[in-house]
Antibody, heavy 120, light 105 residues
Framework: EVQLLESGGALAQPGGSLRLSCAGS????????MSWVRQAPGKGLEWVSA????????YYADSVEGRFTISRDNSKNTLYLQMNSLRVEDTAVYYC?????????????WGQGALVTVSS | EIVLTQSPATLSVSPGERVILSCRAS??????LAWYQKTPGQAPRLLIY???SRATGVPARFSGSGSGTVFTLTISSLHSEDFGVYYC????????FGQGTKVEI
């Protein structure tokens, strides 16, 4: 059974940093592209960042480019999102999401989410 | 930037009714469109990909259609567990989601 479990959500101050983790199990982790998608309170879904299975290609939404860094440790079956220079508008539930084999672009499995609150 | 517009914003229905949700893209996305169901406190669930392919384990009452810029998600007979917010997602270019349609009792 595919499982994705996020951790690291917390309260942070504007300008601060946080690192989210997503532990994957039930599939061959390094074969699959992964993404982070967020949902701000009362808002819809927003794609944040993606990384290829091998970790050599990364992609970012304009809203986080230069502030967030996606990475993965395939030996630990874990995906990361390093978030720096946090803004109030980064407050959201952050989901990690798995793409099907072949990086087809949609997301077949999602984690339960990690809440990030940015507030002074 | 491709914009997805979902309609209606909210749909009030009763169990057993047929439901049709719409998603329009500001430019063609071919068939690179997915639908997800989101209920409070739960992870999004993939229902449809490539506009009309049902994801594994999704009941046959869910169907998707369309191509280019106009897409629909149809629930043939609404079950109680089908209430929630439905999002369309285009992946022809940078991933974008629609703003969602809330299906409520």
């Amino acid at each position: 059974e595919v499982q994705l479990l996020e951790s690291g959500g917390a309260l942070a101050q504007p300008g601060g940093s946080l690192r989210l983790s997503c532990a994957g199990s039930g599939f061959t982790f390094n074969n699959y592209a992964m993404s982070w998608v967020r949902q701000a309170p009362g808002k819809g879904l927003e794609w944040v960042s993606a990384i290829s299975g091998g970790g050599d290609s990364t992609y970012y939404a304009d809203s986080v480019e230069g502030r967030f860094t996606i990475s993965r440790d395939n030996s630990k079956n874990t995906l990361y999102l390093q978030m720096n220079s946090l803004r109030v508008e980064d407050t959201a539930v952050y989901y990690c999401a798995k793409e099907p084999y072949g990086a087809q672009g949609f997301f077949d499995y999602w984690g339960q989410g990690a809440l990030v609150t940015v507030s002074s | 930037e491709i914009v997805l517009t979902q309609s209606p914003a909210t749909l009030s229905v009763s169990p057993g009714e047929r439901v049709i949700l719409s998603c329009r893209a500001s430019q063609s996305v071919s068939n690179k469109l997915a639908w997800y169901q989101k209920t409070p406190g739960q992870a999004p669930r993939l229902l449809i990909y490539d506009a009309s392919s049902r994801a594994t384990g999704v009941p046959a009452r869910f169907s998707g259609s369309g191509s280019g810029t106009v897409f629909t998600l149809t629930i043939s007979s609404l079950h109680s567990e089908d209430f929630g917010v439905y999002y369309c997602h285009q992946y022809d270019t940078w991933p974008r989601f629609g703003q969602g349609t809330k299906v409520e009792i």
